[in-house]
């Protein structure tokens, strides 16, 4: 279980790295601690086996650094101002692919207007690079194909994380490298299954399978859950009457309307089912209520299942809201340090969940692919597995024999409908999300399929992932988009060189026919080997199949079919498109402008807490958003409040542990791996910790701007510069100083235990994601 900080999917394999991948740039991730055996291990094959090229662009001088061929240092929360000064010089000496960008792109020309503006020295002034790196790096990027990306939360733990993974993406199609082996964006997802996680939307934006909010997505569900539309929308509450003006107008200047309210014609007609919910970031605001919330009621109650909430930043304020709660339930293996923040002497349940090793069931990997798992012993003592927790909760509030029968489910002639009494877990749950989540080509992996690549791991050849003998011409776990049960999975996402029948596509069609009168369907030389249509053609519906494919719909058909390829059950869709080598979600144009966003293209903007007061006036962040999610949110008048550098000149960023993850409870409470580090500490350079009369292992307090603090060891480290500070987030059970040794249950507390980084993570936000700032933020040292 998950939560989910990535964002975006990967589009190639770590496989396809080892083998084909010439340059590689690691921006913002740090794979030799956090992805040792998934990702470090192929970068380091690409360079003996390819004579490959590793760049690391970090503030920090990291393991994955290390073993660099050239380690370019850059300010925290400044990406988008390096890659536009790649892009400027690239641009300048024509070193962009024009073919790709002619056929298959759209909005470029915009990107390339923002790139004139990033000169080698201003982006040298922006992110404190050299303008000479700049420029040999750039070059040499430029000229060596294929080249790929790896980037993780070093990208997306920003107020601009959004436009951040953009703009990396966007670099990717300047050059031609997406959709080629070797090429494209390896974006290293975190937790096991978090690619999953993602997958079935355990998010609070957004439905299953990314069917987004809106009474389209819900109708679409409820269909393949057996459960009548009618009878659904009555759990949820429904309209405030408050009119729409008290609710929070969009910004002013801002185009983000889609992103404020549901599509409802009736202003009145706030259903709930249709908001956006809290996001994990900033739950605590439904309980606190400092800021303005929108919500039908107050949060009462706290149910954690599979998250550390210590990870979370803010962790006083989450101190506060728990305090407040009727209740607080912890499901979990382990006891979450959540359970020993609050003070309250009563209303906490812990309930003992079975771990992974107890239950049986697929995860999805970061390259989309899936992973059989068999159950290794039955649940020990009286823990349970997640989904009896779940079946539980779902009996006490009456809503069980709806809650599985989807498991039920089956497509008999083109029809969906319950075609037995009983289920078989986990083999049902994995067809009938085989079924529904038709939007991401789910269709193809079931259960079945995935039992019998587990039973021929070795079988698959893990450089190009296909199978031999049993599994031939199927690639290994079925990476998304698996259309149909004859498809063999898309290794390589956007890949027009292979017909469509062996992974395949074209770049999705979502976003209209055309825009501003231009085509937005990818140019007539773009043909996917085999296809029956020459050229781009639009995502399939109902409506234009007969058109675009040239086929005739008998009437049975017609009547069986759904609206359009994501919502058709029927698969009568996927079937002619398989006939006619034709992907079902269109070959178009990958936009470079997203009109709906705050930045249609990606602009550099500042932390919410910048070092720079000039650059701050200069590149001001967002407005504030009257409602992000649930709660208002400060972006602009918290960043230009004051020259906050004054106060606190110090960046920080975080760090993570071969030995520990998350939350670090898991691992603390092993005492081997809690004795490789036996304390919290920050990394601090010997010149910074020398100003304020610190020496290597003194105690020091850490002051944020929000008042909080915490007390740790200063380790000095030259991995970082006078300027930044960095420290791991895996620590909890002791709060601004204080010990809460005594609230840890009897024999549950770990072999180590310390400051949370959480507590001082500034306040910030990425206005989409609703991710905080964990990677830019302020601080002040003082020696405790
Ligand atoms: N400062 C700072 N904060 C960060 C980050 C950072 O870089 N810096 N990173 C962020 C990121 S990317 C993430 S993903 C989060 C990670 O933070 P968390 O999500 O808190 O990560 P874990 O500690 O792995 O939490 C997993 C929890 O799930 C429980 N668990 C394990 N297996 C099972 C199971 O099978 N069933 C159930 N029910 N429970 C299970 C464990 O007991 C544990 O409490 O932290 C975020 N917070
Ligand atoms: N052992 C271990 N492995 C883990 C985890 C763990 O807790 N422990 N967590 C898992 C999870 S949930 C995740 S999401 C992944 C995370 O995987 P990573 O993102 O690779 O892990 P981090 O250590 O957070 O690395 C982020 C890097 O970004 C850099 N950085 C910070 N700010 C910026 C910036 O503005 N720009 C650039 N270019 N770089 C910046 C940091 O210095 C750091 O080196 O790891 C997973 N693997
Ligand atoms: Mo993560």
Redesign the pocket.
């Known amino acids: 279980m998950?939560n989910t900080?990535?964002y975006g999917a990967m589009t190639n394999h770590v496989g396809d790295v080892a083998k084909n991948a010439k340059m590689m740039l690691v921006?913002?991730?740090?794979?030799a601690?956090?992805?040792p055996v998934g990702a470090m291990k192929h970068i380091i094959q690409a360079k003996d086996r390819n004579n490959a090229t590793l760049v690391v662009?970090?503030?920090?001088y990291?393991r994955?650094a290390a073993k660099a061929d050239m380690f370019i240092r850059?300010r925290?929360?400044?990406?988008i101002a390096f890659i536009y000064g790649m892009l400027h010089l690239i641009f300048k000496n024509g070193w962009e692919d024009k073919e790709v960008i002619r056929t298959r792109t759209y909005g470029v020309e915009e990107i390339k207007e923002e790139a004139k503006h990033w000169t080698p020295e201003e982006v040298a002034n922006v992110t404190g690079c050299k303008t000479e790196e700049l420029i040999q790096f750039t070059r040499m990027f430029a000229a060596t194909k294929p080249a790929t990306l790896f980037w993780?939360?070093?990208?997306t733990?920003?107020s601009v994380g959004h436009s951040n993974t953009r703009i990396l993406s966007i670099l990717q199609l300047v050059l031609g490298n997406m959709g080629k082996e070797g090429g494209g964006t390896n974006i290293?997802?975190?937790?096991d299954n978090?690619q999953g996680a993602t997958d079935m939307n355990c998010l609070a934006d957004s439905t299953s399978g990314y069917y987004g909010l809106g009474d389209g997505a819900w109708k679409h569900h409820c269909k393949g859950w057996g459960v009548d539309f009618d009878e659904f929308v009555k759990r949820f509450a429904v309209s405030t009457k408050e009119p729409r003006e008290k609710l929070g107008e969009p910004v002013k200047g801002t185009n983000f309307k889609e992103y404020f309210y549901h599509d409802s014609a009736n202003p009145e007609d706030r259903n709930w089912r249709n908001e956006k919910g809290y996001s994990l970031a900033k739950w605590w605001q439904g309980v606190l209520k400092e800021e303005k919330t929108y919500s039908s009621g107050n949060l009462r109650v706290l149910w954690v299942q599979g998250t550390g909430i210590t990870s979370m930043a803010h962790t006083t304020k989450i101190q506060q809201a728990l305090d407040k709660l009727d209740m607080l339930v912890v499901a979990e293996p382990f006891l979450n340090e959540v359970a020993i923040l609050s003070d309250r002497p009563d209303g906490i349940y812990v309930l003992p969940v079975a771990t992974q090793f107890e239950s049986e069931g697929y995860v999805t990997a970061t390259n989309r692919a899936a992973q059989w798992r068999t159950q290794i012993i039955k649940p020990i003592y009286e823990s349970k597995e997640d989904q009896e927790v779940m079946f539980l909760f779902a009996k006490k509030f009456g809503f069980y024999d709806e809650y599985v029968r989807g498991m039920k489910m089956g497509i008999v002639d083109g029809e969906i409908k319950q075609v037995k009494d009983d289920f078989k877990w986990p083999d049902d749950a994995t067809d009938e999300i085989a079924r529904n989540t038709q939007s991401i080509g789910n269709n193809g992996r079931t259960a079945a399929r995935l039992r019998k690549h587990q039973e021929n791991w070795h079988n698959f050849d893990p450089d190009t992932q296909m199978g031999r003998g049993p599994v031939e011409g199927e690639y290994y776990g079925l990476p998304w988009p698996c259309w149909d049960e004859k498809h063999p999975g898309t290794p390589i996402l956007y890949d027009v060189s292979k017909p469509y029948a062996e992974g395949g596509m074209g770049f999705r069609n979502r976003f209209g026919l055309e825009h501003n009168g231009v085509n937005q369907l990818a140019d007539e030389s773009i043909t996917l080997p085999g296809s029956k249509v020459k050229g781009g053609y639009p995502q399939i519906t109902k409506e234009n199949i007969e058109k675009v494919l040239g086929i005739t719909l008998t009437e049975d058909e017609k009547r069986k079919m759904g609206p359009s390829w994501s919502d058709d059950y029927s698969g009568i869709i996927a079937q002619k498109c398989r006939e006619a080598g034709v992907c079902p979600c269109g070959n178009a144009r990958a936009r470079a402008v997203v009109w709906e966003f705050l930045d249609p293209i990606p602009k550099h903007r500042e932390p919410i807490h910048s070092p720079r007061w000039d650059l701050v006036q200069k590149y001001p962040t967002f407005e504030d958003q009257a409602k992000n999610f649930r709660v208002a949110s400060k972006f602009i008048s918290e960043q230009q409040e004051k020259d906050w550098s004054k106060e606190f000149p110090t960046v920080m960023?975080?760090?993570?542990?071969?030995?520990?993850?998350?939350a670090g409870m898991i691992e603390r409470t092993s005492k081997y791996l809690a004795s490789i580090t036996p304390e919290m500490f920050a990394h601090v350079h010997p010149s910074l910790a020398a100003k304020y009369g610190i020496k290597d292992r003194d105690m020091m307090w850490i002051h944020a701007p929000q008042g909080t603090k915490i007390k740790v060891k200063c380790y000095y480290s030259y991995s970082v510069t006078p300027n930044n500070i960095?420290l791991p987030y895996?620590f909890a059970g002791i709060m601004q100083g204080v010990d809460l040794s005594h609230r840890y249950p009897e024999g549950t507390k770990p072999y180590t235990i310390g400051e949370s980084s959480n507590t001082i993570t500034n306040y910030g936000f990425d206005p989409v994601t609703q991710i905080s700032e964990f990677?830019?933020g302020l601080c002040r040292l003082e020696k405790a």
């Open positions: 998950a900080w990535g921006i913002g991730a740090n794979p601690v956090a992805n662009v970090d503030p920090v990291t994955t850059i925290p929360g400044t990406d993780a939360l070093g990208i733990q920003h290293l997802r975190g937790h978090v960023s975080s760090l993570r542990f071969v030995n520990l993850s998350g960095c895996h990677n830019a």
